[in-house]
């Protein structure tokens, strides 16, 4: 028998083994670099789960969730167990955000920014019980608008609602009742028609009735005249012109340019008990964002938007707008327009905790929050702009694309109102309609 002539052999493994396992080795690890470029890996094992049950609303500003379902980006950065799951209206998804995934409802959603404060701080829940939630990250700027019935085709309502005011007075003096729509009390549409509504000295409390509707369901109730006015995201506000029942009388970027609108807001109990998943979430979403946001993109986001499994309408209904061209219905037309809706361009990924003092601070003008509140402490807790950023660094975006401030600073609005977030009082005392004394 011949005998071993060195260490290596005598353990049954030769020096060529070695190194051909080796490049073995190093190719799978570049290979699963390139499938998770993110450092999947780098974090150790990864997401602790690979699942997430996410809730969205039939609108264009939930592109992200749409693209990171269908183009794998969940899975890409380790989360392949992911549902995207319609919801039937805000309530809904406020709902099975408090039952969770554990109690068969969700663990996330696209969601109207002022929400996840509102079910935060139990003022929109059941018993008033508090469900805490976190927002990751903004998910759009811009890209919602009022509509208007045909009936007051011949005012031609738009920025200022002063015309508007005389033809709603003279339709009440007939003895009938006058409606604008909106899709959650409190949230990003209802504070829209109310700010719109107030500045042409129309009280949206007792000169208007103002309605919640799901905004699916918004140019049904039109055709059927349940409303005069509406605010929701596309593609209802195109498909209201397109079936010749109203008009576009604004973009909401009119109202307020850049304004920040959607959030991707999640149950603050499963990103603390998976801050990993959360994480890949986020990433997953964000550059989701990064590819709606491109111009060359656009007409597959609305393709991809009018699926049947996500909005499920004609492709028609969302292509203009996705691509910034406004018809309004009216004979005005805008091409390119500078309020199209914004997915990551600037910093609308970024959630600006003043951005959500605003919102706060609207709630509390039109009563949903006491006088007192302090809104600033309870920002504090669901914005969590601290994982976008860490999110953001581990994703390569560039520093000029992280923000410095959490504040965007002095914002101001198409009637001259401006909010500064260092004195929100002075804002509230600024404005003649509301709910509350400053």
């Known amino acids: 028998m011949t005998k071993p002539t060195d260490q290596t ?15 073995g080795t190093a190719a799978l690890l570049a290979a699963a670099r390139l499938n998770f470029p993110a450092g999947a890996f780098a974090q150790g094992a990864g997401p602790e789960v690979k699942a997430a049950k996410l809730g969205f609303i039939a609108l264009t500003d939930a592109a992200p969730l749409f693209v990171a379902k269908e183009k794998g980006m969940f899975a890409k950065y380790g989360m392949p167990d992911v549902e995207v799951q319609k919801q039937a209206s805000w309530g809904t998804t406020r709902d099975n955000l408090v039952l969770g995934s554990e109690g068969n409802g969700i663990d996330g959603a696209h969601i109207l920014t002022p929400m996840p404060y509102l079910i935060s701080s139990g003022k929109v829940t059941q018993n008033n019980q508090p469900t805490p939630m976190y927002i990751l990250a903004r998910l759009n700027l811009n890209g919602q608008c009022i509509s208007v019935a045909k009936e007051y085709s011949d005012v031609k309502v738009g920025v200022d609602t002063a ?25 990003t549409h209802d504070l829209w028609i109310r700010y719109w509504l107030a500045a042409g000295g ?5 000169d208007i009735e103002t309605i919640v509707v799901p905004p699916p369901q918004m140019v049904a ?4 005249g349940t409303m005069d006015c509406f605010c929701v995201c596309e593609p209802w506000n195109l498909q209201l012109i397109h079936q010749n029942i109203g008009y576009t009388a604004i973009t909401t970027g009119e109202l307020w340019a850049k304004h920040p609108e959607k959030s991707f807001g999640m149950r603050a109990a499963y990103v603390d008990k998976y801050p990993k998943a959360a994480k890949a979430l986020l990433m997953a979403v ?3 964002q990064q590819w709606c946001e491109k111009p060359e993109n656009r007409d597959e986001v609305a393709a991809i938007c009018a699926k049947r499994q996500w909005i499920n309408c004609p492709v028609n209904d969302v292509t203009d707008r996705v691509k910034g061209k406004f018809d309004y219905g009216t004979g005005r037309v805008v091409e390119n327009s500078p309020h199209v809706m914004k997915y990551w361009a600037d910093h609308a990924s970024y959630p600006f ?3 959500d003092l605003w919102f706060m601070t609207e709630d509390i003008r039109w009563g949903k929050f006491e006088p007192g509140f302090d809104s600033k402490a309870l920002i504090a807790k669901v914005n969590r702009e601290d994982l976008w950023k860490d999110a953001a660094k581990e994703l390569g975006v560039a520093a000029a694309d992280i923000p410095a401030s959490k504040s965007r600073g002095k914002e101001t609005f198409f009637d001259g109102k401006v909010f500064d977030p260092e004195d929100p009082a002075a804002y509230l005392k600024s404005l003649s309609i509301k709910r509350v004394e400053v």
């Open 9 to 23: 052999s005598r353990r049954g493994i030769s020096r060529r083994q070695i190194l051909k396992a080796t490049a």
């Open 202 to 206: 129309i009280d949206p409390d007792k």
């Open 221 to 224: 109730n039109m055709k059927v």
């Open 286 to 288: 964000m550059e989701a």
């Open 353 to 355: 905790q003043s951005h």
């Open 163 to 187: 015309p508007f005011k005389v033809a709603l007075d003279k339709k009440k003096a007939s003895g009938k009742s006058i409606k604008a729509a909106m899709t959650f009390p409190g949230g």
